[in-house]
């Protein structure tokens, strides 16, 4: 060994593919190939929803159909290969098996990096703004799904991630070309934080492979690349608690947009399209909001307030929420109360959103029967549960079901099958109230998650959550009155005055200070507003709100932001002001509205 190698520090040291045995190499190239299979396989119809968007938009959709049909022959291809594939590896020893089939996968992952970029080129220039941010944002969830997936062999991913992304960051100017110069630093910082995320999953691939292989070495090289883990995972927290004002404002100006088209056109041809939109924007949502709530938490963000908390309201409370889907999708939703009895040491915030996480996992993998939940007694704590009757879990999976981005392999055969962020953050959740959570479960019968909280006193003050719950309502009460947005985003601002006046409530929205007085200079009395906190102007938010209910002194206000832990939030709560956070979901919006404004009378 030479001098300089022997100075080497063990940060340097990085396992190489090429420094596995053979069977290791195959295995990871099995993990590989099965991603890269069922990756083509399903593009076809996420692409669908966008062919019949684009025929609703012009009737001219032609280009997507034929990228439609080639997607398809291509899934015949890859499935007939898949089957000779798998005889080759039963037949052949592991050496063969690589030499034959690396140079082939690794073209597969480049033609379908190709085929996403072929899917951009054709509504390029041809579509509107929504669509066009729409197809990227699902194609930026494609490509973090596979980050992990196909990072065992990472020459596989490289090829997949710089022929799609790649193509699609070079096709930002025509696919955006009023927005491209907001649109494109996005896409870059995207392809630094994917690489550097899919290099780091790829060591983690290796070093399992290396634990069956040396275990004497095991210790250090988890070490290892857990530093380099946890490194990696706070720069991408770090980079989205930074970025998530201006992250949120495209997905709530689109859910705000959607809701208003919705309103506005009652072609029957065109709802199932919309209903479509609208359960992908809440799909977008969730996933975008679980994933800054786990960057918060992580970064240790979320501040902790443990008081004694009453069981029975936040449990009402939750299920009022989940009713009406359940209702809907004919699932028997019931909640065992404690009487009044189930009072816990929590964070009300922290344990409300983890009771919404198990109930939306539940939901979401329950295609028939029933959702209980319920607050039971287990020795001194409280314990609340979520049993369902869905699709459970496997055994082998039960330990890693935790875990960000893990879903079970019998998932991703269910619609809408999550992002795997809700479960890491009730953990979270679990480990910052000192509480412990668990399960049981059995595949094909169900599921039980738990969380068991320690009893408080009875003469301890019971806490409320700090921020209202607003439930969905069906959007049945009429709205009137008139509304004062200032928002400095011009694309923020349209979806605003939309959505406003789809429901028939006057709207004025303003940029600045400037215009928002100019408009009360010129008559305009609103009777509530709605202040952005992070103007371009340098304006501080809530200072503006406060000085525009000085001036309206019988309006209501509220701060509208994308941010969680800015200073000016927290004193505006402390101050008893009500602060929503972006995206906005609209009924919520609706829902507030129709106790802020007058209500209009009902025609006879």
Not at 509 to 526: H, I, K, R, T, V
């Amino acid at each position: 060994m030479s001098a300089a190698a022997s100075q080497a520090t063990p940060a340097e040291v990085r396992l190489r593919f090429e420094e596995l045995e053979p069977e290791g190499q195959a295995r990871l190239l099995d993990m590989t190939h099965n991603r890269l299979v069922f990756g083509i396989t399903i593009i076809p119809f996420v692409g669908m929803p966008f062919l019949y968007w684009k025929y609703q938009l012009d009737q001219n959709a032609w280009g997507l159909l034929v990228w439609t049909i080639s997607y398809l022959l291509a899934v015949a291809a890859v499935r007939l290969q898949f089957r000779q594939y798998q005889q080759d590896r039963s037949a052949l020893c592991a050496t063969d098996a690589i030499g034959r089939w690396m140079p082939i996968i690794l073209r597969m992952a480049w033609a379908h990096g190709l085929g996403l970029v072929a899917l951009v080129m054709v509504i390029a220039g041809r579509v509107p703004f929504e669509f066009a941010l729409l197809l990227y944002m699902s194609l930026a969830a494609i490509m973090a799904a596979n980050a992990t997936h196909q990072s065992p062999v990472f020459k596989s991913f490289k090829r997949f991630f710089y022929a799609g992304w790649g193509g699609c960051t070079l096709l930002t100017p025509w696919a955006f070309p009023e927005h491209w110069h907001m649109i494109m630093p996005l896409c870059i910082s995207y392809i630094l934080s994917i690489h550097r995320h899919s290099a780091i999953a790829h060591q983690f691939f290796l070093q399992q492979v290396r634990l069956e292989e040396d275990s004497k070495r095991l210790a250090e090289d988890y070490r290892r690349a857990k530093e380099e883990a946890e490194a990696a995972l706070y720069a991408k927290n770090r980079f989205l608690t930074t970025a998530s004002h201006d992250l949120r404002q495209p997905v709530h100006a689109m859910g705000f947009l959607i809701e208003s088209i919705s309103r506005r056109n009652q072609e029957p041809a065109l709802q199932p399209a919309l209903r479509d939109l609208q359960q992908s924007v809440q799909s977008i949502t969730q996933m975008f909001n679980s994933l800054l709530d786990l960057s918060r938490i992580e970064l240790g963000a979320q501040p902790v307030n443990l008081q004694t908390v009453a069981l029975d309201p936040l449990m009402n409370d939750v299920a009022t929420l989940f009713r009406e889907e359940a209702r809907s999708r004919q699932i028997d939703l019931r909640v065992r109360l404690s009487g009044g009895r189930a009072l816990v040491t929590a964070d009300a915030m922290l344990l409300r959103q983890s009771m919404i996480n198990l109930m939306q996992n539940a939901l979401r993998y329950t295609q028939q029967g029933g959702v209980l939940m319920a607050a039971r007694r287990r020795g001194g704590d409280w314990q609340f549960e979520v049993w369902d009757t869905g699709v459970g879990i496997a055994e082998d999976d039960q330990q890693r079901i935790y875990s960000p981005f893990f879903r079970p392999e019998h998932a991703w055969r269910i619609d809408n099958a999550g992002h795997g962020l809700g479960l890491a953050v009730v953990a979270r959740c679990a480990d910052l109230m000192g509480a412990s959570q668990g399960l049981s479960s059995r595949e094909g019968r169900g599921s039980r998650f738990w969380l068991r909280l320690l009893a408080a006193q009875r003469t301890e003050r019971r806490s409320a959550v700090r921020e209202p719950a607003l439930l969905p309502a069906a959007l049945s009460c009429a709205l009137n009155g008139r509304c004062l947005v200032i928002d400095d985003e011009p694309q923020v601002r349209s979806a605003w005055q939309a959505l406003l006046s789809s429901w028939g409530v006057e709207a004025a929205c303003a940029a600045s200070a400037n215009e928002a007085f100019a408009m009360l200079d010129a008559g305009f009395q609103p009777h509530a507003i709605f202040c952005d906190q992070r103007l371009r102007s340098g304006e501080s938010g809530f200072e503006l709100l406060q000085a525009l209910l000085d001036r309206c002194p019988t309006a209501a206000g509220a701060m509208i932001s994308g941010e969680f832990n800015s200073p000016a939030l927290a004193q505006a709560e402390q101050e008893g002001y009500l602060v929503l956070h972006k995206p906005l979901d609209p009924e919520a919006l609706h829902t507030l509205l129709c106790r802020l404004l007058p209500v209009a009378e009902q025609g006879g």
